[in-house]
């Protein structure tokens, strides 16, 4: 499966759950909800995933964790807020050049309407 075959499983993943839970619930249910389903599309997917700073020689492990990762090249961002701001896209900018991946996706579950609610980003390595 290529990336923006995958990549469109997210979208219709995102707005099935936003359309069967609606707003107002944690980022962590409907993280949850996308990793059934996508899991069940037979995708992989890794949660909370720990990205460590490259410093020099060293690495440090300053606490930062990808909400989501699938098939080890898409990088997912939940978030539940009333708006996207710019620092939630630098934040997902920042983790696709660490993980060195292409795609990613933040997800605002904080709408009416789940197409409102995602915005992709890519890195141009």
């Known amino acids: 499966m290529d990336?923006?075959?995958?990549?469109?499983?997210?979208?219709?993943?995102?707005?099935?759950?936003?359309?069967?839970?609606?707003?107002?619930?944690?980022?962590?249910?409907?993280?949850?909800?996308?990793e059934y389903d996508l899991k069940n599309d037979g995708l992989r997917i890794e949660c909370e995933v720990v990205l460590p700073i490259r410093y020099g020689e060293i690495i440090i492990d300053a606490g930062y964790r990808i909400d989501m990762l699938?098939?080890?090249?898409?990088?997912?961002?939940?978030?539940?807020?009333?708006?996207?701001?710019?620092?939630?896209e630098a934040q997902l900018l920042t983790y696709l050049k660490m993980k060195q991946c292409k795609l990613g996706?933040?997800?605002?579950?904080?709408?009416?309407?789940?197409?409102?609610?995602?915005?992709?980003?890519?890195?141009?390595?």
């Open 70 to 88: 699938v098939a080890n090249t898409i990088i997912i961002e939940h978030k539940t807020v009333e708006r996207l701001l710019p620092i939630h």
């Open 105 to 125: 996706f933040i997800l605002n579950w904080n709408v009416p309407r789940m197409k409102d609610g995602i915005k992709r980003m890519v890195n141009n390595l």
């Open 3 to 34: 990336i923006e075959e995958i990549a469109s499983k997210i979208v219709a993943t995102a707005i099935k759950v936003h359309t069967a839970l609606g707003p107002g619930l944690l980022e962590s249910a409907y993280q949850k909800c996308m």
